[in-house]
């Protein structure tokens, strides 16, 4: 097959180019030839300069006939302006302006008398019409019909590699098709569907004829790409339900005797989930269910009774959480929960003394150990069980999909239960965690009070102070959060250790601790319980406290520069405060100068405390790639599919999917053949690029916020 050649057999890519196209994941020249145009330029007809208008995109050419880069004085480079670079372009109509910010470099790009074409929005300024930062393209006589006179792709360029170079290079790829390409998309659904075939699709979505065109091989991407994720999906599901487990012996004294160990009674919401687990439990393949619901709504409670179930039946179970400190909370409440039932129940952690690891290690093989809880020391090699059947994992979104796959194996098809407070719309949970089953719990319990969610900027910050003064004078305990702990030369956040020593004579009347992922696993604890106690009133933290730290008292949270923050992790910090009977407040401190898409994020936090919603509001911010990591869901990554945006075509693709799986589970029909190969190619590369080590950080803009060790 030519696709899998190589791109460095294409014209005009030496190794250099090689290199670069490789570094965004780029080899072969199927690789290349998915690399998709993220919008089109109708460079039919170039606007005629004096017809551009205000806020209307447009696409002009004209020659440069002046240029000019202004420095910036040092006192204005904290606003972060370095430079200015101002070029004025002319066609036979009219001039207009370019300006672009701290981009100096293009200075020398920009020859007087070069043609250049530019795409943006005009914006008026002093009264004429400018184009902010517009993409270029430096035009050059006798340029091929590759780049002008039709409907030109636009790829998002990386480093050195101009856009027509791109463009050349993927029209020597296209060279290569023909009617008789391999399709993996089956005949059948490409008929349905009125999908072009590869080869003509391909040629469309890089070179199109009409925007129609485009269109249309574009939404067969979509599909394509949403369809092979289902049927891994319902691969996956087919191969749980082909397992067999224990089933385990529920009876409603246990779990009467269990409720009235609790100091309050379960939500209907619980309820119902919990009659769901248990239905699971009793089924002899292995339960496979995702458990989700709001910061607070109680999951680890209705994990606990999955838990008890499985010791009273005669078997061990494994819980994992992504800290130790939340290791430690959650034996504490089952100890409570399971006083006087006589399990037993024990932590495993990395900062345990060696002694104490191999003891548990021991005692687990033995099956003394009923119950044990930990962190990622529970996937090391030497844990093995003696009767292994449940596994259960808290914040299932800070593992890594090997990770999680790890645990169960150390069982025999144990029942697994994953839980996770990052809610998603259910269709989508349903696509992208299709193989498992989804349990939600909707409500949170009774008498919680809102939290009050304020977004104020620095000219506040006298009053954030004196507000917290006042919550903590009252007998209150306040969080206040910093997005890194270091200060770093490149970018000016707070930072925690600097402000730690301001906020203490700051405070000084109060006691202050500090908290974050690099004190010793000792020391973390110290703190946390400390702070617990009361005998700290205000804890200056890094995002470390964002997982499961149940402080009911502490009822202040400050977050400090929060437009580094990412929707849904700002919703799990509001979750920390909001256990008490006393009314919460959420203060965001941001800079005094934000751009409109942090306002909307954090205005979305204003408005609401729906964690589904947030979730949704995050989704259609960031995007389905950032969002989902491919770590956290396990199926390949989605490049032009986006499962909130395509939700029809997902519907349509998980149809198709299971159709064909329900008639060929193994697709081992000759006609299955391709989807069969595509899987596993798609297998194959998703082996590869599970990390075990890599914790959950595939999410670049969020990365020095993750503090998570
Ligand atoms: P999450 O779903 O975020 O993991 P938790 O399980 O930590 O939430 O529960 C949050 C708090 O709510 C805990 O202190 C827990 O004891 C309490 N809780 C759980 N269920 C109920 C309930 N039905 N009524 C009152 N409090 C509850
Ligand atoms: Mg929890």
Known sequence: MLQTDLIRYL?????????????????????????????????????????????????????????NLKKMPYFLHAKRVKNILEIA????????????????????????????????????????LKLISPEFEIFEEGEDSLNLGRIVGVYSSTQNLGQKFIRKTISLALENLNAETKDSLPFDIRRGKNFPNIAQALKAIHFPQSFEEA????????????????????????????????????????????????????????????????????????????????VGCGKTVVCAFAVACAVSSGFQAAFMVPTEILAYQHTETLRNFFDGFGYRIEVLVASLSKKEIEKIHKELLDGKIDIVIGTHALLSDEV????????????????????????????????????SATPIPR????????????????????GRIAPKTMWVRED?????????????SAGRQAYIIYPVIEENEDEDLRSLEVMYGKLKKKFSKFKIGMFHGRLKPQQKLSVINEFREGKIDILVSTTVVEVGVNVLNATVMVVENPERFGLAQLHQLRGRIQRSTHAPYFILLSGNEICEEVSQRLKALEESNDGFRIAEEDLKLRGPGDFFG??????????????????????EARVFAYKIIKNDPQLQKPEHRFIRERIDSLFGALKDSFSLLKNNTDDHRLKITNDHR
Request: proline content about 4%; some cysteine; glycine content about 4%.
């Open 384 to 419: 093995a069980f003696k009767n292994l059947r449940l596994v259960a994992i808290d914040e299932q979104h800070k593992f890594g999909v090997a990770q999680r796959a790890l645990l169960p194996k150390k069982g025999i098809n144990p029942h697994y239960l994953i839980m």
């Open 460 to 472: 506040k910050r006298p009053w954030v102070y004196d507000f917290i003064k006042e919550k903590v």
């Open 630 to 651: 491919r770590m956290q869901h396990g199926l390949p990554d989605l490049r032009i599919a986006n499962p909130l945006r395509d939700i029809e075509l997902l519907k």
């Open 89 to 128: 372009i002319s066609d036979d109509t009219a001039v207009t302006h370019c300006t672009w910010f701290n981009q100096g470099y293009l200075y020398d790009k920009m020859t007087i008398g070069d043609t250049l074409i530019v795409y943006g929005k005009p914006r008026a300024h002093d009264g004429k």
């Open 11 to 67: 014209k005009g890519v030496g190794p250099k180019k090689e290199e670069i196209f490789n570094k965004v994941g780029i080899y072969t020249l199927d690789d290349i030839l998915h690399y998709f145009p993220f919008r089109y330029e109708d460079r039919r007809n170039f606007k005629k300069i004096k017809d551009i208008k205000e806020n209307e995109f447009c696409v002009i050419k004209g020659k440069i006939l002046a240029r």
């Open 427 to 446: 269709s989508l949970a349903l696509s992208l965690y299709g193989d498992l089953d989804l349990s939600v719990i909707t409500e949170l319990p009774k």
């Open 215 to 294: 269109e249309k091989s574009r939404e067969r991407f979509i599909f394509e790409e949403l369809f092979f994720s289902q049927i891994l999906v319902y691969l996956r599901k087919a191969k749980h339900r082909s397992q067999i487990a224990s089933p385990f012996k529920i009876n409603a004294e246990l779990i009467e005797k269990l409720k009235q160990n609790l100091k309050f009674s379960l939500t209907a919401s619980q309820d119902k989930v919990l009659s769901e687990i248990l239905e699971d439990l009793q089924k002899n393949y292995p339960m496979h269910r995702l458990l989700q619901g709001d």
